[in-house]
């Protein structure tokens, strides 16, 4: 850029604010024009008046959206990030995190809530944003599996005793006493049916508003371990015992009913989690001692097996398919298939995974401490004491 040209941008950028800047995109990139152009402590102001030009217009941009509802609303600051990141090159995430600062500052979006659960020496237990809930009296063998948010209610499958239990509320819907021992491992709410996955002994069960299912016959045995609904399609993931209840079993995942076999039947496989976008079905478990990630029934190998793996739980953001687990034998998060280990410690475990914005929260366990990791930095929920475990993580 000659003389001319920086003189007559800095006019632009001093003088008429961040509207004429946006219209020289094609002669300028933000990074570009903050470090080359505007070098030294001399161009300070500049620099500091430029960052304002283009935070005043973004906020403006902003400020029109906040009667719009909460869908059309995320649709257009979406939109409003990608014309921000083509305007000024920044990248993707720096771009995000400026827009999405900017939206809270002005109160356009808040803190969402984040909802954990597990159990505890207390039982099966509920945290909303670090505060505890006791959802049971500290009776043994009560665990809250899984969690989902819709509207104000606030729903949890797990287990009190040998009792199925869905909780709405905090209150307890017993969804079956059995005297081989029941679970709810995973609840799902569309429209205004609540489903719920599980198993009543050693049967794969569904339960939609209390009404069972078996998604097995009790001769080989299984268990449903995650439900997803999309549409008019009801997927669950789990497996099925081979031949009897201890010879080993096989990743299985159930649309509508129907069973498609993940695995073979060589090795142990479990099928853990179910996540659907658009046309493609992602499912994480694990193939023996390998954690796996199955796309549209093909499988992705996520660790090589030396060590112990498993793959808990999948969701996917964009382009973007984000795993929690177990790789190598440590807590780990993959995205697009490169492993981030949250620590080196063996007795640590990523139970859940959720995606919301920029950031992904993951819950499980540090050694015996129910633990939620945002961003990969760790807070734990418990003080240690006593044993305990996150099993689930929702964001709204």
Known sequence: MNTQDKDKLKDLVLQHGGEELYAEKNKLKFIGLISDYFPGDEHKRTRRNLKQAIEDNIAAKLLKLKNLDNVNRAIQIKALKQTFIDITGIDKDLAEQIIDSLAFAIGLVKEPDVYVVGYCNTGATLWKNSIAQKLTDGGYGAKAQSVFVDGNDVYVAGCDGRVATLWKNGIVQKLIDSKYGAVAESVFVYGNDVYVAGRDGAVATLWKNGIAQNLTDGVYGGNAQSVFVDGNDVYVAGFKYKYDNALGCVATL??????????????????????????????????????????????QKLTDGVYGGNAQSVFVDGNDVYVAGRGDGVATLWKNGIAQNFTNKRSCEAQSIFVSGNDVYVAGCNAKVATLWKNGIAQNLTDGKNVAKAHSVFVK
């Open 254 to 299: 159930w649309k509508n009913g129907i069973a498609q076999k993940l695995t073979d039947e060589r090795y142990w496989a479990e099928a853990e989690s179910v996540f659907v976008d658009g046309n493609d079905v992602y499912v994480a478990g694990h193939d023996g001692w390998v954690a796996t990630l199955w796309k549209n029934g093909i499988a």
